[in-house]
């Protein structure tokens, strides 16, 4: 029996892991047997840690590269470790510049044959930025070419945070995305929130003491069997996405463990890097609250969040083009005597 894999994409804070989080109370609510692979660009898990709190499974994680290119290697090992669970379902979070397609291609590699089976692409689209992308990254026609493959290889495309847009820019984007992608359902959401079912129907549990079976390769065509990707020369994609990937740079910044940093100051500090901050999130603490909190930074908004994590504090921030010395330079500034150990170029 080949295990059903499901792909969650998106660029970087559009909902990805709210909607793995989702599935995965579905999975459990169905008594279902998921694997967790998840792709971060940096050395600290944040998205990681709060699926292992909500979860309580095992996570598969490839950390700081992204799965397209430094991390492909590693792929189908995790994959296989993960298969070694004996799960029901693989669900893969891929970080916020990857393309699905290279995941696609690793299930297709010797050892994977016959053992998974690629279920869907679900690809989630930030409403309130989504029609920003082509102007905020213009100096970066090899992300806008990866954002957009995100929704042309899609079987299934969510647009998310649809409360913080009016109907007219939900028209827009319905067009940018049919212009794009004509064949794959759209469903607006917020919060990641849908039918589970759309997902996870058909996916049953495995009797016990079953394992996933070397089956001849079949390629299934089909809405929901990834048969919008397309052939190209591999080396031509990998080149493509490496020369974008390489301005996409991730660092870890770690605030005194007695710190209690104000929200107006951490805004400040976040907000003056523009479009050119992707995303930031870690564990923080808050004037008020000496326990660790998880913050979020996404689209210009800060979100908090109670947490179990019990360990020091971190900030982790992904960004375009931004500098190490300028970054530490602002970062000291605000926080005299703060390390900046593991900014690096990916």
């Avoid at 694997?35 to 700081?64: F, P, T, W």
């Avoid at 993960?82 to 891929?94: G, I, N, S, T, W």
């Avoid at 079953?210 to 065509?221: D, G, H, L, N, S």
Wanted: aromatic residues 4%.
């Amino acid at each position: 029996m080949s295990i059903p894999v499901l792909i969650l994409s998106g660029f970087l804070g559009s909902g990805k892991t709210t909607l793995l989080l989702e599935l995965l109370a579905e999975a459990h609510s169905r008594d279902l047997r998921p694997g967790i692979l998840m792709n971060e660009l940096g050395k600290m898990d944040v998205d990681g840690e709060i699926v292992g709190e909500a979860s309580r499974v095992s996570v598969a994680k490839l950390l700081d590269g992204c799965v397209c290119c430094s991390k492909k290697s590693e792929l189908s090992a995790s994959i296989q470790e993960l298969l070694r669970q004996k799960p029901d379902v693989l669900l893969v979070e891929l970080t916020g510049v990857a393309n699905p397609e290279e995941v696609v291609d690793a299930l297709t590699e010797p050892a994977l044959l016959g053992r998974v089976r690629l279920k869907q692409i679900v690809t989630v689209l930030d409403a309130e930025y989504t029609l920003e992308y082509n102007s905020i990254f213009s100096s970066d026609k090899d992300l806008v070419r990866t954002l957009r493959r995100q929704m042309e290889v899609a079987d299934l495309i969510l647009v998310n945070k649809t409360d913080l847009v009016d109907a007219h820019t939900l028209q827009k984007i319905e067009k940018t995305v049919r212009k794009h992608n004509p064949l794959a359902p759209l469903l607006y959401t917020q919060r990641s929130r849908l039918d589970p079912d759309i997902l996870l129907r058909g996916i049953e549990r495995a009797p016990e003491g079953t394992a996933p079976a070397r089956q001849p390769f079949r390629v299934v065509k089909g809405v929901a069997a990834g048969s919008r990707i397309k052939e190209s020369a591999p080396e031509e994609a990998a080149h493509r996405h490496q020369a974008s990937f390489s301005r996409v740079r991730t660092f870890t910044l770690r605030p005194p463990a007695d710190l209690c940093l104000p929200q107006a100051l951490l805004e400040q500090f976040l907000g003056q890097w523009g479009s050119r901050l992707l995303r930031a999130k870690g564990y923080l603490a808050q004037p008020g609250n000496s326990s660790r909190r998880l913050m979020q930074y996404a689209g210009k908004r800060i979100t908090w969040s109670s947490s179990t994590y019990q360990g020091e504090p971190y900030l982790v921030l992904i960004g375009m083009d931004l500098e190490e010395s300028e970054l530490l330079m602002e970062w000291e500034e605000l926080l005299p005597g703060t390390q900046l150990p593991s900014g690096r170029k990916r």
